[in-house]
């Protein structure tokens, strides 16, 4: 069972560069989310879609992008990436009902210098 | 809008110790609560859930009881071991869908022989 899948695990980029994250999920889910984790700071919702078509913005937004085209992907653009981006992204999808469970990703480090 | 507080750490315990990790919220509605566990250079799993007040969530030995009128979700272990030793997250979700959480900061816990 694949579950929810990040490509790539680790990366560095550098300042003013552009990269996609990938989401890519084999339950069928309709719902997926993009956070990222800083110390001290637990995880903040980025970007989040409640099905293909449909995304929304989180918490902090600003230089990301995202799109749903189908149900099971979900990838995160950084358009021209900063230091301050510099963090471990984890993606999450869950289903619309039943099952209350969230599940994430392995997640990615990614360093902008 | 949503927020966790939840006590800082490290907590540090020797094993078969009691262990308690605080954590209040503030929402508007009836939020789902939920404990995250996160194991070093891993995504999140779900520890436990409560979907409504007075709902206790349960696992691995691991409780804890959604109590609205203190908007509390303490978690709570009778006898930790050294195999409990995480990163632990208590988190709330919303309309939006059960993989778009608001989480608190997360506790270290660490457990020696």
């Known amino acids: 069972n694949a579950g929810v899948t990040q490509t790539p695990k680790f990366q560095v980029l550098k300042t003013g560069q552009s990269m996609t994250l990938q989401c890519a999920q084999d339950m069928n889910h309709e719902y997926m989310s993009w956070y990222r984790q800083d110390p001290g700071m637990g995880l903040r919702l980025i970007h989040y879609?409640?099905?293909?078509?449909?995304?929304d913005q989180g918490e902090v937004p600003n230089g990301y992008n995202v799109s749903r085209s189908t149900t099971e992907d979900f990838p995160l653009r950084l358009l021209s990436a900063a230091p301050s981006q510099t963090s471990v992204y984890f993606c999450?999808?869950?289903?619309?009902?039943?099952?209350?469970?969230?599940?994430f990703g392995q997640g990615t480090r990614l360093t902008v210098v | 809008g949503d927020s966790v507080t939840q006590m800082e750490g490290p907590v540090t315990l020797s094993e078969e110790a009691f262990l308690t990790i605080n954590c209040t919220y503030t929402?508007?509605?009836?939020?789902?609560l939920f404990w995250y566990v996160q194991y070093p250079g891993e995504g999140l799993q779900l520890l436990l859930k409560a979907t409504k007040a007075d709902d206790k969530g349960s696992n691995k030995g691991f409780e804890a009881t959604y109590r609205k009128e203190t908007t509390s979700f303490h978690l709570e272990k009778g006898s930790v071991q050294v195999s409990d030793s995480a990163v632990y997250f208590c988190a709330l979700s919303d309309l939006r869908g059960y993989s778009t959480l608001t989480f608190g900061k997360g506790t270290m816990l660490l457990v020696s022989p």
């Open positions: 879609s409640v099905g293909a078509g449909i995304t």
């Open positions: 999450a999808s869950s289903a619309r009902t039943g099952n209350t469970e969230a599940f």
């Open positions: 929402a508007t509605g009836y939020p789902s």
